[in-house]
């Protein structure tokens, strides 16, 4: 089942009404704050920007060459899911996609679970061994140094081109990466450690359990830019007939700032709840689709605050909680925080390809 081509584009005007609205507060049981839009955007660009430190840029460029390395492994599927600043950026390619790359990574279309719980996550001949990077041959080879854990194995990362992305020759060492595994016949966790000079930037753990129903995968951890930064939990869980996703990223340094996405799909409906809670406000989008109507409500610090109403081959009908259309202010106060709404909504088209329908 994949969300029709109108209902896209009438969620992502329903996101930019939604980002008009506002952001917000720390404490749940906290009375809300008012609305700052400039507050929130800076929430919102503190939360992308603790994923932005040298060693991580290193790592995203090391990740191919690490999977290479591990093969059709756990431990390789791992690295292909490490959580990026495009869960939260229309330039990078959002929650949604994000989603997507999971299910990809861990289910085929049929819905069978790959890669196999029966294959190792990594092999014996690579535990305890640290790997470098080789330019003569572009890839990582096992190197006599020490220092790797002795139930995983280590890769140096270095300092990238920040146009090719490829490592500035000659290599200059920025930190490594420490990944270990626990499995069983039925589940598998392998945890990804990112350190670079003694402080450790990325840190996550994904987990894995499958059945004969169901693929659940947990990638849960925290990132860190040496200011700011960003824990996340982020759940998929996969079935032949439904897609639920539920995702939350939170921001300590920065009030307890948090976002909270909820969704379940199957082959009738789309439902879906986002929250947005800091020190500036907060605001909840919620509602449902078909593959023909849908209609979501959005509510700023408790109060209703606009409807939408969508229909094939309309546009969507947006008002404000007295019936009258918002203001071109309204629409544009929180800009910024666009890309993270609209993905959250799109989500879906792309997260249900990789399981069939």
Partial sequence: MRVPHFARRSLAALALTAAAAGCGGGDSNAPDAP??????????????????????????????????VLGASPAAAAIMVTPTKALLTGAGLGAGH??????????????????????????????????????????YEASDLSGAPADGARFIVYAVDPISGSPIEPLVEVGYADIVTTESASAATVRVELVSAGVTYLDYAVGLTANSSAI???????????????????????????????????????????????????????????EARGPHGTVTIAGSQSATTGSYEVEVNGALFATITLSEGQAPVIAGADGEALTEAELNALAALFAVFTEGFGFFQDLLAPVGS
Avoid: W
């Fill in 216 to 274: 659940t995968i947990d990638v849960s951890g925290f990132v860190t830019n040496g200011d700011d930064r960003v824990n996340f939990d982020l759940d998929t869980r996969l079935t032949s007939e439904a897609v639920v996703l539920d995702y939350s990223l939170t921001v300590p340094t920065r009030g307890g700032f948090r976002i909270d996405f909820e969704g379940e799909a199957n082959a009738a409906t789309v439902t879906t709840t986002l």
């Fill in 35 to 68: 609305f700052d839009p400039a507050g929130t955007t800076s929430d919102v660009g503190a939360m992308g920007a603790s994923f932005d430190s040298p060693v991580m840029e290193g790592y995203a460029s090391a990740s191919e060459g690490i999977s290479a």
């Fill in 98 to 139: 994000y989603a997507a790359a999971v299910a990809k990574a861990y289910a085929r279309p049929t819905g069978v679970i790959r890669p196999s719980l029966s294959t190792a996550a990594i092999l014996d001949e690579h535990l305890g061994v640290t790997f470098v990077y080789d330019t003569a041959t572009d890839g």
